[in-house]
Every structure is written in structure tokens, then in C-alpha cells.
């Protein structure tokens, strides 16, 4: 038996009273307007809010488990941290509410609008989505596995660092939408328009990504292995340190795509050279001898993972020029030296401890770097520092300067000397 | 309306303190110490000395004691300089040249949540005098 009837309930909220920790489970309140309500911590588990006005409430930690809240309107809603498992909330309005860390999982939003809504570390496993307006919304660390987007509005949406294996986005708006990071293997992406999207680090593998836009996407170090690409687009799209290759490419319609490092169009190799150029015969049109040795970097028959849990201590590594290191485990006090073009690339999980790099190679850092060795970084050509990375080191430009890029987000302790 | 600056235009220079409360742009030079809560510098200006300001966009030439909570960042950084920032931004470079150009410099950027605390400056010892006594000379000059 709930706590409350529909008229108490009703007066309570007129008269501005809070309903925190009420237990409303099972009641009708379909219509009822709740709109500022304070319903924090209440048990609203099988309520009938169908229709009902919820605008601006505080319903922080309530739970809504298999709620019925079709068309219901939660305009700017405080819904952190609520369990919403199995709630049908089809039609309902949802723009601008915050639902960090909510459990969503089974929930059917199909129809809802989520405009702007706030969702980061949600949980969203088996939710359906189809048809809703996502646009702007933050999914961030987001866990969307086996999601239903079909259709939906995702343009300039959130997926940073998203797990979206097995989710299904036919025919799904995603212009511009954020996706780096995030984990598409085996996802549903039939005609859908990822134009202009950035996907770097994406792992798009085994996914079906068949008659996809990609047209202006950023897949730079994207994983496309196993992916099913028919008459996927790709145009101006930048690839560079990605696995993209002539088996991957398979079907698909490649009109010119980009390799340069920084993915800003300087490298633009024309459909009709792409099968010498990824084949590493990059005479064809390609720049200068220099930039062709980092554009080359798409196939690298010299690229080596250490993975998460791999520990590397006091050792000594030389890796070709060209070559691709990527690194997820932790190197403790190691001396490593990259040949010209080489690149090194610290994992989100990766961790040097008291290492040292020389050579003209390039250091991508987007976990930690931290070294009291004099210099630590010493000649590197490149420099970059993701929003996720600590680089906290004395580094030595060769003559000509390093290049430099840090990320906002980005935690440096530099000491930068000359040549 | 438009929101009012203050500028230094190419070609002016200015030696001493600048206190502002509205942004500055720098297309000539200002030496000293500037405070605001914006600055802009262009790519023919140079801000040598002091600076504190809430956001920097630095296209110039920068020297001395730079803090700031964002800074956007190309142009070139001399010797001597240190930066001190919650967020900075170096964008990618295009092509051969650097984005920003440092030359000598430290860089301090974020808060890192794993880095050990600053170790705190040893009490000064007391002197050793006794009670209610003036302390030996030596114990006195330290």
C-alpha cells in the first residue's frame, strides 16, 4: 500500500512539502501535476505517471523501476543516480534532465525527447532508443550494450568512452557526434550518417557499418578489423594510425581519404593511389619523403601492443623508424629509442615510471608519463597530449624545436629545454 | 554592444602595471605586469613580465611568470618563462613549424590527482634559550 493517495500527494506538492523517501509505489498518479516536486529518495517502483508533469522535480535516487511514464514531461529533472530499470518512458520529455549514473537498463525511451538531457556513466544496457532526439545529449562513459538507437536524432551527442557493443544505430543521425574512445565492436550501424564524427580510438570491429557515411569523420587510430564496410562512404575521411586497409575497405566507396598525422587534411591521397599508398608504396603523389614516413603509418608491418597487465622494467628498446608502439601496460625506469617517425602511443591505462625516450620519433600520451630523469624526453619531433594524459618530464628539443599539442584536459609538469 | 577592451596597438609600447576589467588585446608590446580577466595577445604582440588573467589566447610572444585558467596557446614562449595554468591548449601543427615555438621554459598544467604533496618548509627551530631567557646570539642570527 503506498504511503499517500493521488489527492495528498497532490496537496502536499501544492502546499510545497517534500516527498522525500515517500513510498508511492504502485500509485496512479497519471496526469497529476508534480512539477518542482521534491520527490528525492521516494519509491515510485510500478507508479502510473502517464501524462504526468514533472517538470524541474527533484527525483535524485528515486526509484522508478518499471515505471509507466509515457508522455510524461520531466523537463529539467534531477534524475542522478535513479533507477529507472525497465520504465517505459516512450514520448516522454526528458530535455535537459540529468541522468548521471541513472540505471536505464531495459528502459523504452523510444519517442523521447532527451534534447541536452545529461546521462554520463548511465547505464543503458538493453534500453531502446529508437526514433528519440538525442541531440546534444552527453552519453559519456555510458554503458549503452545492446541499446536500440534506430533512427534517432544523435547529432553532436556524447559518446566519449561509451561501451556501445551490439547497440543497434540504422539508419541514426550521428553528424558530429563525439565518439572517441567509445566501444562500437559488433554494433548495428546500417545507413547511418556518421559525417564528421570524431572517432578517434573507436574500436569499430566486427561492426556493420555497411552504406555508413563517414564523409569528413575523424577515425584517426580507429580499429575497423572484422567490420562489414559495403558501400560504406568514405570521403575526406581521416584515417591516419587506424587499421584501415585494402582487405578492410572491402565494398566499400572510398573517394579520397586523409593520412596526415594531425588529421587536418595535409595528407589527401586520391581513391586511385590508396591501393599503392596503403601497400606502403607511397611515392605516389604523396608529399616529401619525411611526410610520407609518418603518413605510411596505416599498415605498419612493425606495430607492437603491450597490453593492459604487460609490466616492462628496467629493459632497453629500439624501435624501427615508422613502426607503431602502442601501450596499455606499464614500462618501469625503460630506455626506449625511436627511430625517425616512430610512434609511441601511452594508452589511456598505459604508465611510464621513470623511463626515457630519445629519437626523432613521436610521443602520443594519453595515460601517464612520469620520469625525474634529466632529459626524459630527449629529441622527440612530436609531442601530443591527449585530455586524458600526465606527462610530467624534462624534455629536450632536437634543433627545429619539437611540436607540441596538448589537449585541454591535460596534466603537465614540463621543464622544456633547447637544443 | 560590443564588449569594451583594451588594446595596444601595433606598434605601442607599455612599461609598468596594467590592471583591467575587461579584456586586453596586445598587438604591440607591454612589459611589467598585466592583471585581467582576459587577454589576447596577437601574432605581432609580446607581453614580457607578470601576467594573471582568468583566460589567455596567445598568438605572440610571451615571457616571464604566465598564469592563468585557460590558456590557448601558438606563437612562441621565450626563455625563462613559466606557465602556470588548469587548462592549456596547443593545437595540432600543419606543417613544419611548431605550433608554439618554447624555448627554455616550465610548464605547469591541471591538477594531478597522483602527484605526492609539495613537502612543507621545516619549522624555523626555536631557539634554545631558557625559559623566560633571551636566546644565545648564534640561535638569534638564524
Do not use: W
Not at chain 1, 599503392?276 to 601492443?305: C, E, I, M
Not at chain 1, 604508465?351 to 622527440?380: E, K, M, T, W, Y
Not at chain 2, 591538477?111 to 612543507?120: L, N
Request: aromatic residues 4%; hydrophobic residues 40%.
Amino acid at each position: 500500500m503506498p504511503e499517500f493517495t493521488f489527492e495528498e500527494v497532490i496537496e502536499r506538492v501544492k502546499r510545497g512539502e517534500s516527498l522525500e523517501r515517500a513510498d508511492l509505489r504502485e500509485l496512479d498518479l497519471s496526469k497529476a501535476n508534480l512539477d518542482d516536486a521534491n520527490l528525492r529518495r521516494a519509491d515510485l517502483e510500478g507508479a502510473n505517471l502517464e501524462e504526468a508533469s514533472l517538470r524541474r522535480a527533484n527525483l535524485a535516487s528515486v526509484s522508478l523501476r518499471d515505471a509507466f511514464l509515457v508522455r510524461a514531461n520531466l523537463e529539467g529533472a534531477n534524475l542522478r543516480g535513479a533507477d529507472l530499470e525497465s520504465a517505459n518512458l516512450e514520448g516522454a520529455n526528458l530535455r535537459g534532465v540529468d541522468l548521471s549514473r541513472a540505471n536505464l537498463e531495459g528502459a523504452n525511451l523510444e519517442g523521447a525527447d532527451l534534447t541536452g538531457a545529461r546521462l554520463p556513466s548511465a547505464q543503458l544496457v538493453d534500453a531502446k532508443l529508437g526514433v528519440a532526439t538525442l541531440e546534444n545529449a552527453v552519453f559519456a562513459n555510458a554503458d549503452l550494450r545492446n541499446a536500440y538507437l534506430g533512427g534517432a536524432n544523435l547529432t553532436a551527442v556524447d559518446f566519449q568512452n561509451a561501451i556501445l557493443e551490439a547497440a543497434n544505430f540504422e539508419e541514426a543521425l550521428l553528424t558530429g557526434a563525439n565518439l572517441r574512445d567509445a566501444v562500437l565492436r559488433r554494433a548495428v550501424l546500417p545507413g547511418a550518417d556518421l559525417s564528421g564524427a570524431k572517432l578517434e580510438r573507436a574500436v569499430l570491429e566486427e561492426a556493420d557499418l555497411s552504406q555508413v557515411s563517414f564523409q569528413d569523420a575523424d577515425c584517426r587510430h580507429a580499429t575497423f578489423q572484422g567490420a562489414r564496410l559495403k558501400g560504406a562512404k568514405f570521403s575526406r575521411t581521416h584515417l591516419y594510425g587506424s587499421d584501415f586497409s585494402i582487405e578492410v575497405a572491402d565494398g566499400a566507396e572510398v573517394d579520397e581519404v586523409d593520412f596526415s598525422v594531425a588529421g587536418d587534411g595535409s595528407q589527401l591521397i586520391p581513391a586511385s593511389r590508396l591501393a599503392a599508398f596503403l601497400n606502403g608504396k607511397t611515392d605516389g603523389g604523396t608529399a616529401s619523403p619525411q611526410a610520407a614516413a609518418v603518413a605510411v603509418a596505416p599498415v605498419p608491418t612493425n606495430r607492437r601492443y603491450f597490453g593492459h597487465g604487460d609490466v616492462l622494467r628496467d629493459a632497453s628498446l629500439e624501435f624501427d623508424a615508422d613502426s607503431i608502439v602502442e601501450v596499455d601496460g606499464r614500462f618501469l625506469k625503460c630506455n626506449i629509442t625511436l627511430g625517425q617517425g616512430a610512434q609511441l602511443i601511452i594508452g589511456r591505462e598505459g604508465l611510464f615510471d621513470g623511463c626515457q625516450v630519445h629519437g626523432s620519433g613521436i610521443l602520443i600520451v594519453h595515460g601517464r608519463f612520469v620520469s625525474d630523469a634529466v632529459p626524459s624526453i630527449n629529441g622527440a619531433r612530436r609531442i601530443i597530449v591527449g585530455s586524458t594524459g600526465t606527462v610530467r618530464a624534462t624534455v629536450k628539443q632536437p634543433d627545429g624545436h619539437t611540436h607540441f599539442a596538448f589537449e585541454p584536459g591535460c596534466i603537465l609538469r614540463l621543464k622544456i629545454e633547447t637544443a | 554592444m560590443a564588449e569594451k577592451q583594451t588594446i595596444v596597438e601595433e606598434g605601442s609600447e607599455l612599461t609598468g602595471t596594467l590592471k583591467s576589467n575587461c579584456g586586453v588585446t596586445v598587438s604591440g608590446k607591454i612589459s611589467g605586469e598585466l592583471h585581467a580577466p582576459a587577454l589576447m595577445v596577437a601574432a605581432t604582440g609580446a607581453v614580457h613580465g607578470t601576467v594573471k588573467v582568468d583566460r589567455l589566447h596567445s598568438q605572440g610572444e610571451l615571457a616571464g611568470r604566465i598564469e592563468a585558467d585557460t590558456i590557448e596557446l601558438s606563437g612562441r614562449v621565450n626563455d625563462q618563462t613559466t606557465i602556470t595554468a588548469r587548462s592549456l591548449e596547443v593545437k595540432t601543427s600543419n606543417g613544419d613549424q611548431p605550433t608554439v615555438i618554447f624555448g627554455n621554459c616550465v610548464i605547469e598544467v591541471g591538477v594531478d590527482p597522483h602527484e605526492p604533496p609539495a613537502q612543507a618548509a621545516p619549522p624555523p627551530k626555536e631557539a634554545k634559550g631558557k625559559k623566560g631567557q633571551p636566546a644565545p646570539p648564534e640561535a638569534q642570527a638564524e
